[in-house]
T-cell receptor, first 114, second 116 residues
Framework: DADVTQTPRNRITKTGKRIMLECSQT?????MYWYRQDPGLGLRLIYYSFDVKDINKGEISDGYSVSRQAQAKFSLSLESAIPNQTALYFCATSDRGRRGETQYFGPGTRLLVL | AQKITQTQPGMFVQEKEAVTLDCTYD???????LFWYKQPSSGEMIFLIY??????QNATEGRYSLNFQKARKSANLVISASQLGDSAMYFCAMREGGTGGFKTIFGAGTRLFVKA
């Protein structure tokens, strides 16, 4: 089984709808991240969490919110989706102090906002 | 200013030959980490190799090696004996210490095409 899972893998939604992307991990890592990927722009950090009580904004947090329900679960919400939030979304985890905090990624969620 | 620069949007290499993918970085931290990830057409992000700023030896992982030149702030990925399955996007990334908020920043990527 995959160490980092994301649901759903693909989602089509309409402008104005609320949508939640979920991430679960079995790696036992404390730190979790949400990124979005747009063509030609690499990955950009949306939010990150270093433990259950710690949530931090990344470089593009506007229009998004997150919830760290447990060490193993980190959800990303789009309260009112807009078309420019169409992207590939990745969840990642890292282990504090291990190997430079290498991040391990989930398979990604492809989101299309119409 | 860009913190991670990958100047090659696309690269071609003949199967079985070696290829170098360029990456330069910018940081004022003394302690930082450098990473390379592979993204095949299926979309997943696969960790390839890590180099710590204090590591004196260049990192190697199988056919991958990281040519770390600290004074030049470069961290080029070398893939030896290219295979068709190496065709993918490759991302260089850097994790800074305190001044960077312990976050990881990614470059825009290089698309590698391996020719048979």
């Amino acid at each position: 089984d995959a160490d980092v899972t994301q649901t759903p893998r693909n989602r089509i939604t309409k402008t104005g709808k609320r949508i939640m992307l979920e991430c679960s991990q079995t790696k036992g890592h404390d730190r979790m991240y949400w990124y979005r990927q747009d063509p030609g722009l690499g990955l950009r950090l949306i939010y990150y969490s270093f433990d259950v009580k710690d949530i931090n904004k990344g470089e593009i947090s506007d229009g998004y919110s997150v919830s760290r329900q447990a060490q193993a679960k980190f959800s990303l919400s789009l309260e009112s989706a807009i078309p420019n939030q169409t992207a590939l979304y990745f969840c990642a985890t890292s282990d504090r102090g291990r190997r430079g905090e290498t991040q391990y990624f989930g398979p990604g969620t492809r989101l299309l906002v119409l | 200013a860009q913190k991670i620069t990958q100047t090659q949007p696309g690269m071609f290499v003949q199967e079985k030959e070696a290829v170098t993918l360029d990456c330069t970085y910018d940081t004022s931290d003394q302690s930082y980490g450098l990473f390379w990830y592979k993204q095949p057409s299926s979309g997943e992000m696969i960790f390839l190799i890590y180099q710590g700023s204090y590591d004196e030896q260049n990192a190697t992982e199988g056919r991958y090696s990281l040519n770390f030149q600290k004074a030049r702030k470069s961290a080029n990925l070398v893939i030896s004996a290219s295979q068709l399955g190496d065709s993918a996007m490759y991302f260089c990334a850097m994790r800074e210490g305190g001044t960077g908020g312990f976050k990881t920043i990614f470059g825009a990527g290089t698309r590698l095409f391996v020719k048979a």
